[in-house]
């Protein structure tokens, strides 16, 4: 299974993006799908992820919440981040991930097995 991502791009502060993550060559067997990013000179860091089946329980990162959000689309196998009302601060290269970390970790990016490429997401100021 190979993780897509795509939709990155350069916005003004304000404005809103849409990634996507797209399983392909196979079936998705993780129960969890994550998106992490790295800004320049920082270490990759949590930002939200979705239970991929079943309850669809979900979390973010304090930073994004109320801001960003988190959806699947099981019968596409594909996963979105809606980012809206984006700052200068979310500038990175934003990563999907899949795995199989209970809810309480889902900010764990060990526990996620499978990784996109990343997708660049720069916000002007």
């Known amino acids: 299974v190979q993780l897509q991502a795509s939709g990155g791009g350069l916005v003004q502060a304000g404005g809103s993006l849409t990634l996507s993550c797209a399983g392909t060559g196979g079936t998705i067997s993780s129960n969890v799908m994550g998106w992490f990013r790295q800004a320049p000179g920082k270490n990759r860091e949590f930002v939200a992820a979705?239970?991929?089946?079943?309850?669809?329980?979900?979390s973010s990162a304090d930073s994004v919440k109320g801001r960003f959000v988190v959806s699947v689309d099981s019968a596409k196998k594909t996963v979105y981040l809606q980012m809206n009302s984006l700052k200068p601060e979310d500038t990175a290269v934003y990563y999907c991930?899949?795995?199989?970390?209970?809810?309480?970790?889902?900010?764990?990016?060990?526990?996620?097995?499978?990784w996109g490429q990343g997708t660049l997401v720069t916000v002007s100021s």
């Open positions: 991930a899949a795995g199989n970390p209970i809810y309480s970790a889902f900010a764990d990016e060990r526990l996620y097995n499978y």
């Open positions: 979705i239970r991929y089946r079943g309850s669809r329980a979900s």
